[in-house]
C-alpha cells in the first residue's frame, strides 16, 4: 500500500494539525444515523491505513451546508440533495450510498401481546387523523384475532428536521395519493394531525414508551438496540414483514444507481420503509494527498467497511450497487 | 480609601507628561482595565444584536411586521410566523412564575428571617445546588416523573373540577403548556429563593428591632418591615427567575409537546421560541427557513429587552414612591 506522503497542510482552518502527522487529515459532517458505523469505520481504516477522518454528527442539513461552504473535506446526508442545494456545491459531489437503514412503527397498547400489522394506507390514514380509534375498519381487518381497544390513536412524530421524517413522509406519499397532495415528502413536514412531538429517536421512543395509546416511528437500529416492539409493515408485493437487515438489503438491490427511493419497493422480500444514507464527495479535490486517501477510503468502505455493518445493526449495501459505485470512484478528479 | 501605596507613592513627574506616565499610576491602569471589561458587556449585547439582525435579513425582508401576527409555520411553503412560539414562550414563563414565586419568596422569607441557623444554612447549600444542575437533567426527571404525574393524576383532576373553562379543555397527553411551566417553576425556584434570601439578609437589623419595639409579632416584623424593605431585591430575583424561564430550552424541549399552534388550553401541546430553534436550526434546509429561525432569536432577544425594561422602570416607579422605607 502506498503511504501517501506528508504534505504541507493547508490547514489553516485546523487547529490539530500536527508536524508529525503522517497522513492528511481528513474533516467530514454530516448525518447523524449512521454515525455509530462512521465512526467504527473510521477508526478502523485509521488503524490499518493511518490515515484520520475525523467525523461531526450535525445532522445532514448542516453536513451539506458546510460542505456548500467549503469547510469539510466531505459530508453526509441522510436525503438526495435537491436541485437549488446542488446548484450552490462549487464541485458537483459524487454520491456514495454507504448503508442502508429502515424506519419502524413502533406503539403503546398494554393490552396487546402480538406485534401489530400495519399497511401504508392505514400508517397514512392515522398520520393524517382520519384514523383516530385503535379500532378502527383499517387496523381490524389487517390484525384478525387480535383485540384492538376503543381508544384514542396518539401520534408522536419527530420535532427536529430528520431524515428519518424525510423517509417516512417519502414511503406515505408513495402509498396515499392524499398524503402526497397533502404533505409530500420533507424533512420536516407539515404534519396535518394534532398530535406530540419529540427530538431525535430517543426523543420519539421516550414519548411512546410513556403515553398509552400512541405510535410513533424511530429507525430499525435504535429499536433493535433498545430491544423495542415494533409493528410489521404490508410491502408493495402484498406481504407483511418485520424489518430485519435482509430485507432492508433486498430492498435496497431493487434501486440501479444512487441517490434512489427505495421505499415501497417492488421486490417480494424488502422491507417497505427502507433508505440509503449517503457520503458526498467533490468531484474535484485538489489536494492530492487528501484525493488519494479519500478514495482510498471509499474502496475500503465498499469491500471491507461493509462487513462491520450488521454488527452495529445497519443493512449491507447489495452487490449490485457495491460494484457501480467501484466504478463511480473514478469520477473523483 | 486613603493610604494606596500607588497613588501615595507617585513618581516624579516626566519630562513629557503623555499617556504612559499617567498609565503609571495604579488607578488609571485599573480604571482603563475595568472599562474595558465593561465595555465588553455592551460590545456582545450589540454585535449579538447586529449578527442576529442581518442574518435574519431575507425572513425581516419577507414577512416584516406580519411576522409577529402569523400562526403559519409551514416548511413546504416556506411561510413563516412567530406568534405561536411567543404566545407559548410568554404562557410558560408566566405560569412558572406564578408557581415559584410564592413558593420561592415564602421559602427565602424562612431561611432569612426565621429558621436557626443550622438549618438555614444547609438548606441554602441545597439551594444553589439545585441552581447548578444542568437542563437537561431537569427535562429528563421532567419526561420521566413529571410528566406521568401530571398525565395520570393532576391534569386528569383539573379536567374534571375545570374542564367546562376552555383553560383545562382538550385531551390529556401529560406534556403541554402546564408541563413546560412547572418544570420551569422548578427551575426558576432556586434562583428566586438565593437572590431574594441575600436581600432579605441585607435588612438592617434596626428595621426589625423597632418593629418589634412598637410590639409587632414576629411574623408581622418580618412580613410588614422587613420583607418591604427588601422589596427592591425580591423583585430583582423574579427577573432573573423570569430571564432564565425566557430563554431555557432544554428542558422545555422535552415536556412541551413541540407543536406550532395556539391553544388556550393548559393541557395542550405548544412551542416556545427557544425551543423551535434548537428543534430545527441544525436542518434548517432553504435560506429563508433558516432566516425565519435568526429573526425568531431576534425576536427573544428583544423580548427579553423589554421585559427586563419594563422591569427597570416598574423598580424605578417603586423606589420614587418612597414606599420602602
Known amino acids: ?85 446542488m446548484g450552490k456545491m462549487k464541485s458537483k459531489p459524487v454520491i456514495f450510498a454507504t448503508v442502508l437503514g429502515a424506519i419502524v412503527p413502533i406503539y403503546n397498547l398494554a393490552g396487546v401481546k402480538q406485534d401489530l400489522k400495519f399497511t401504508g394506507d392505514a400508517l397514512a390514514g392515522i398520520y393524517l387523523g382520519k384514523i383516530t380509534k385503535w379500532n378502527d375498519a383499517a387496523l381490524k381487518a389487517a390484525n384478525p384475532g387480535v383485540n384492538l381497544p376503543n381508544s384514542d390513536i396518539v401520534v408522536v412524530h419527530r420535532s427536529d428536521g430528520s431524515g428519518t421524517s424525510f423517509v417516512f413522509t417519502d414511503y406515505l406519499s408513495k402509498v396515499s395519493p392524499e398524503w402526497k397532495s397533502k404533505v409530500g415528502s420533507n424533512q420536516s413536514p407539515n404534519w396535518p394531525v394534532e398530535g406530540m412531538a419529540a427530538k431525535g429517536n430517543e426523543g420519539v421512543a421516550g414519548l411512546v414508551k410513556q403515553q398509552p395509546g400512541s405510535i410513533g416511528y424511530v429507525e430499525l437500529n435504535y429499536a433493535v438496540q433498545n430491544k423495542m416492539a415494533y409493528g410489521l409493515m404490508k410491502n408493495a408485493a402484498g406481504k407483511f414483514l418485520k424489518a430485519d437487515l435482509p430485507s432492508v438489503t433486498a430492498a435496497g438491490a431493487t434501486a440501479k444507481t444512487v441517490p434512489a427511493s427505495i421505499t415501497n419497493a417492488a421486490a417480494p422480500d424488502a422491507y417497505p420503509i427502507s433508505s440509503f444514507t449517503y457520503l458526498l464527495i467533490p468531484s474535484k479535490i485538489d489536494d492530492a494527498a487528501k484525493r488519494t486517501a479519500i478514495t482510498d477510503f471509499l474502496k475500503w468502505m465498499l469491500v471491507k467497511g461493509q462487513s462491520y455493518n450488521e454488527g452495529l445493526d445497519y443493512a449491507k449495501l447489495p452487490p449490485s450497487i457495491v460494484a457501480s459505485e467501484q466504478k463511480l470512484i473514478a469520477d473523483i478528479h | 480609601m486613603p493610604g494606596l501605596a500607588a497613588v501615595t507613592a507617585r513618581p516624579a513627574p516626566a519630562a513629557k507628561p503623555g499617556f504612559f506616565s499617567r498609565l503609571k499610576s495604579g488607578d488609571q491602569v485599573a480604571y482603563l482595565i475595568t472599562l474595558l471589561f465593561a465595555a465588553l458587556v455592551l460590545l456582545i449585547a450589540v454585535l449579538i444584536f447586529y449578527v442576529l439582525w442581518q442574518q435574519s435579513d431575507l425572513a425581516r425582508q419577507k414577512f416584516g411586521f406580519s411576522f409577529f401576527t402569523s400562526t403559519q409555520w409551514d416548511h413546504n411553503g416556506d411561510n413563516y410566523g412567530a406568534l405561536p412560539f411567543i404566545y407559548g414562550t410568554l404562557l410558560t414563563s408566566f405560569l412558572a412564575l406564578l408557581f415559584s414565586v410564592p413558593l420561592g419568596v415564602g421559602a427565602a422569607i424562612f431561611l432569612a428571617e426565621l429558621a436557626p441557623p443550622k438549618i438555614s444554612n444547609a438548606l441554602t447549600f441545597m439551594v444553589e445546588l439545585l441552581a447548578a444542575v444542568p437542563s437537561v437533567i431537569y427535562g429528563l426527571l421532567a419526561i420521566f416523573t413529571l410528566v406521568p404525574l401530571l398525565r395520570n393524576y393532576v391534569d386528569p383532576a383539573l379536567k374534571a373540577a375545570f374542564g367546562f373553562t376552555p383553560l383545562f379543555s382538550g385531551p390529556v397527553y401529560g406534556v403541554g403548556y402546564l408541563a413546560a411551566g412547572a418544570v420551569l417553576a422548578i427551575m426558576t425556584f432556586p434562583f428566586i429563593i438565593s437572590v431574594s434570601r441575600e436581600a432579605l439578609l441585607d435588612v438592617p437589623r434596626e428595621q426589625r428591632e423597632a418593629a ?105 416607579a417603586t423606589t420614587k414612591k418612597g414606599s420602602s422605607t
Do not use: C, H
Not at chain 1, 10 to 19: K, R
Open chain 2, 212 to 316: 418589634l419595639a412598637l410590639g409587632a409579632t414576629r411574623w408581622e416584623a418580618t412580613w410588614q418591615a422587613v420583607v418591604p424593605y427588601a422589596k427592591l431585591g425580591i423583585m430583582g430575583s423574579i427577573f432573573l427567575g423570569l430571564a432564565r424561564a425566557l430563554g431555557e430550552t432544554m428542558a422545555v424541549t422535552m415536556v412541551i409537546g413541540n407543536t406550532p399552534k395556539i391553544s388556550a388550553s393548559l393541557l395542550s401541546s405548544g412551542y416556545t421560541i427557544a425551543s423551535v430553534i434548537a428543534n430545527e436550526f441544525a436542518e434548517a434546509s432553504s435560506d429563508i427557513f433558516r432566516d425565519s429561525l435568526i429573526f425568531l432569536a431576534l425576536v427573544l432577544f428583544l423580548l427579553t429587552i423589554v421585559i427586563n425594561g419594563a422591569a427597570r422602570l416598574l423598580i424605578i
Open chain 1, 1 to 85: 500500500m502506498k503511504r501517501p506522503e506528508f504534505l504541507g497542510l493547508a490547514l489553516a482552518a485546523s487547529l490539530f494539525a500536527t508536524a508529525a502527522l503522517a497522513a492528511p487529515r481528513i474533516i467530514a459532517a454530516g448525518a447523524s444515523f449512521p454515525y455509530p458505523i462512521y465512526s467504527k469505520w473510521f477508526s478502523e481504516f485509521k488503524s490499518e491505513k493511518g490515515v484520520e477522518i475525523n467525523y461531526q454528527s450535525i445532522g445532514s442539513g448542516g453536513g451539506i451546508s458546510l460542505l456548500t461552504a467549503g469547510n469539510v473535506d466531505f459530508g453526509a446526508s441522510d436525503r438526495p440533495l435537491t436541485d437549488a442545494e
